[in-house]
């Protein structure tokens, strides 16, 4: 049992990346999708009208062919480096031109840079692809595949896919901190404002499960490691409270 909440908290940290790193190399997918936000953004906003762009330097200068992919690194990014892991091409963007023919039954990726879990997360980015988007052209890439492969081996392979999400990020510092007193920080104290994203993205989760009928090979919630932050400043706070309280009470004994 941990000692306290800093112990707890380092352990669980551990845990989950132990956990995630030994899965990783045992998945065996058939098709990889991707969905979320920059971290994982492969190039669809090279094909949109917005500000929250990658196509150019310093972005991608050690990628192979030294030139801005639309990837916000400046080289390979999460799903190139899981696409290697398992043996696969890198998925193409799905506003790619390139995805066509053989190269859907690789995957497709469908983030976008900017979004968030929440749909006014990122508004100053205006033309991004917001999760309900994402999940829209997810239906659209079976539709595809189908035609391609025919029903039956679409939604295998659709079923054995690994799916890959990344969201949260911007939540906080393109919703909540991007300028003082904003109207989520008006609305929401910080920690009802995280309760309030793990409900909003349970729901996601519940149309990619449920709805869209995939099996989730390995989820990497990069938000999940955020509301653990958090929560670990709460419990901190808390603490300190609680401390506090004992020397004060301590003064007049």
Do not use: W
Not at 38 to 50: C, E, H, I
Not at 57 to 81: E, W
Not at 229 to 249: A, C, G, M, P
């Amino acid at each position: 049992m941990c000692k306290d909440s800093s112990s707890c908290f380092i352990s669980l940290i551990l845990g989950l990346v132990i956990t995630l790193a030994s899965v990783i190399p045992e998945v065996e997918a058939r098709a990889f999708f991707v969905f979320g936000d920059s971290l994982v953004d492969n190039g669809n906003n090279n094909y949109l009208a917005t500000t929250a762009r990658a196509d150019a330097p310093p972005y991608g200068v050690d990628y192979p062919t030294h030139r801005a992919t639309g990837r916000f690194s400046n080289g390979f990014n999460i799903p190139d480096l899981i696409s290697e892991a398992i043996g696969s091409e890198p998925t193409l963007p799905y506003l790619s031109p390139e995805l066509r023919g053989e190269n859907l039954l690789v995957g497709a990726n469908f983030a976008s840079a900017g979004i968030g879990i929440l749909n006014d997360t990122g508004i100053q980015f205006l033309n991004i692809i917001r999760m309900g988007r994402q999940l829209q052209y997810f239906q659209q890439y079976q539709q595809r595949v189908s035609a391609l492969i025919g029903p039956e081996q679409a939604q295998r392979l659709v079923n054995q896919a690994l799916v890959l999400m990344t969201l949260g990020g911007n939540d906080f510092v393109n919703n909540y901190y991007l300028v003082p007193f904003s109207a989520r920080s008006r609305q929401f104290a910080l920690p009802d404002y995280v309760v309030y994203l793990i409900s909003e993205y349970r729901k996601i989760l519940v149309v990619i499960y449920m709805f869209l009928y995939v099996s989730l090979g390995i989820l990497f919630f990069k938000s999940f490691f955020l509301f653990l932050f958090f929560f670990y400043k709460i419990l901190l706070q808390k603490e300190t409270l609680q401390r506090d309280s004992v020397d004060d009470s301590n003064m007049f004994t």
